[in-house]
């Protein structure tokens, strides 16, 4: 058995889920679902980033405690993730009181290590990204993500010696090419590493910002939003001295979005390094969601899908299966209630649905509902079997790279194969003579096997629908990794007629685009 270990970012609490967030946990559940399949021992993680001065100010408009206002927004996401069938194991609330024990404890040790000095800080800090920001990386004044400019800021600030990690960074991510994930990322960090990336600053003082966790032994400053998040990757696992922690963290991978891909390079290996932890596993970096305007998707310029009306509206799976399918990995693409729509008929409808629906039709007409016996296997058979055996294994391959769209576009293949091969079989014929009749059940059986390995193929994507597929063919059991041919459906054994995906023509679309 192997452990492993997948986190999502830790998301600011501040408002609820949007599509970008869903993005991040959906292909981190998908990842874990499908490394449960294979036979791994999983732990996910997410979690509400509840401190620092972005809630602080949010909880301030809305007239209430932060510390109330931080809870209802974490039950929000918590609720969210459930009806968008992400299924964490774990989720981290940075106010937990065993956090802020861990943060504490590293703070503690980090400053008797000599890691961490007081000094004087002034410079431009982004609200917005609750950092510290340097003119270089500004445009027009601001950074491209915030709305707002960074104001200038002076005050006594905790530092943390990044610097002096950095040669050591810089040989790890050249030592580990595969480490940050696309490569386009780790040439980026690669790029800031050939020149200082000076120390970070891992306090505020409390006369400014009171919402975090105290720095233990100055009572004037909290912990900095970032040090105390970042950690929240370690503290549930029981760091450091539970084995949950070595038996799991050896495997961690984060699954992350590129805006937040210097504070998990920078600011991430530095602290673990200082802290004796080994580095992380490998940082899977994702690109930004367009809205269908082109632009990054976001409430103010309101060009966002909701996630949750896009689950209603399509159904769960369809929005998942369009999140991994429409924008590969690491890189910016549009979705839009066009683009769902398109998935759900074209792909799904037409493609999966279609397969389903005429082989259950047929199997109800031709042999009353029952499912056949195979007989003799000829080659058409032979060559789908042998597809169906070695899908499992070039899934597998591609989710350890995070090519979640690419591993279901392998099985929609297949999908389109057994499509293909109910016309070139022609059951139809088969049914009209007499003496194809065993040629018939034949044709019967292996579509329904088929089905049946699809089922399982895109349970991790798809987990409801690829459920109410298998009560369809009369298989009511959890899902299979892996089993053999010939031992799903069960000859004799009776299917059901159903309608998986039922295609979507609205009228409203071109309105709400
Ligand atoms: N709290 C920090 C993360 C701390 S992790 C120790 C944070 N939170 S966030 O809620 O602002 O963002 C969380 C994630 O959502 C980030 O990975 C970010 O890239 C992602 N997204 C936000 N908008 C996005 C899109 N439009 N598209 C894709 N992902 C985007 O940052």
Redesign the pocket.
């Known amino acids: 058995m192997t452990y492993r270990y997948i986190t999502t970012?830790?998301?600011?609490v501040n408002d609820r889920p949007?599509?970008?967030?869903a993005?991040?946990s959906v292909h981190a559940d998908i990842m874990a679902r499908y490394l449960r399949a294979a036979g791994h021992q999983v732990v996910l993680l997410t979690g509400a980033?509840e401190h620092g001065e972005k809630i602080a100010k949010a909880a301030m408009l809305a007239n209430e405690a932060p510390r109330a206002f931080a809870e209802r927004h974490a039950r929000t996401f918590e609720e969210a993730w459930r009806r968008l069938a992400v299924e964490p194991d774990l989720f981290i609330r940075t106010t937990a009181p065993a956090h802020a024990k861990v943060v504490s404890n590293c703070l503690t040790r980090l400053f008797k290590a000599g890691e961490i000095y007081l000094a004087d800080y002034e410079g431009l800090y982004s609200v917005g990204q609750e950092r510290f920001v340097t003119e270089k990386e500004l445009v027009d004044g601001k950074l491209p993500e915030d709305k707002e400019p960074p104001v200038l800021r002076r005050e006594p600030n905790y530092f943390f010696r990044m610097e002096a990690h950095r040669d050591w960074v810089r040989q790890l991510l050249l030592d580990t090419p595969d480490l940050i994930q696309p490569t386009q990322y780790r040439n980026e960090i690669l790029k800031l590493l050939e020149e200082p990336i000076g120390d970070l600053s891992i306090s505020r003082p409390v006369d400014r910002l009171d919402w975090g966790i105290p720095i233990p032994w100055d009572a004037g400053h909290v912990t900095y939003v970032?040090f105390d998040?970042?950690l929240?990757?370690v503290s549930p696992l029981g760091y450091p001295e539970h084995s949950t922690f070595g038996d799991y963290w050896p495997s961690v991978r984060h699954v992350?979005?590129?805006?937040?891909l210097r504070?998990?390079t920078l600011f991430w290996l530095s602290i673990t390094h200082a802290l004796g932890i080994p580095p992380y596993r490998r940082l899977h970096v994702?690109?930004?969601?367009?809205g269908s305007d082109g632009r990054?998707?976001?409430k103010s310029l309101g060009n966002g899908v909701d996630p949750l009306e896009a689950a209603d509206t399509y159904g769960v799976d369809a929005l998942r299966y369009t999140l991994i399918r429409e924008v590969s990995f690491g890189f910016d693409g549009i979705i839009s209630h066009a683009v769902i729509e398109q998935r759900l008929n074209r792909d799904l409808a037409d493609n999966l649905g279609n397969l389903v629906a005429r082989t259950l039709a047929m199997v109800i007409r031709y042999r009353g509902g029952s499912v056949p016996a195979p007989k003799v296997i000829e080659a058409s058979e032979h060559a789908l079997i042998a597809r169906a055996s070695e899908l499992p294994g070039a899934v597998l391959a591609l989710v350890e790279e995070m090519k979640l769209g690419r591993a279901a576009e392998r099985v929609m293949e297949f999908v389109t194969e057994l499509n293909g091969y109910v016309a070139s079989s022609a059951p139809w014929a088969l049914a009209k003579d007499s003496g194809a009749s065993d040629r018939l059940d034949t044709v019967l059986h292996t579509l329904l096997e088929g089905i049946y390995s699809v089922s399982n193929l895109l349970s991790p994507v798809m987990p409801g629908k690829m459920s109410e597929l298998r009560s369809l063919l009369g298989v009511c059991a959890a899902p299979v990794w892996n089993l053999r041919w010939g031992e799903g459906v069960k000859p004799g054994s009776r299917i059901n007629e159903g309608i998986l995906f039922p295609k979507r023509i609205s009228t409203d679309i071109v309105e709400r685009e």
């Open positions: 970012p830790i998301y600011y949007h599509l970008g967030h993005y991040a980033d970032w998040a970042l929240s990757y992350i979005g590129k805006d937040i504070t998990h994702s690109g930004h969601l367009l990054k998707m976001s």
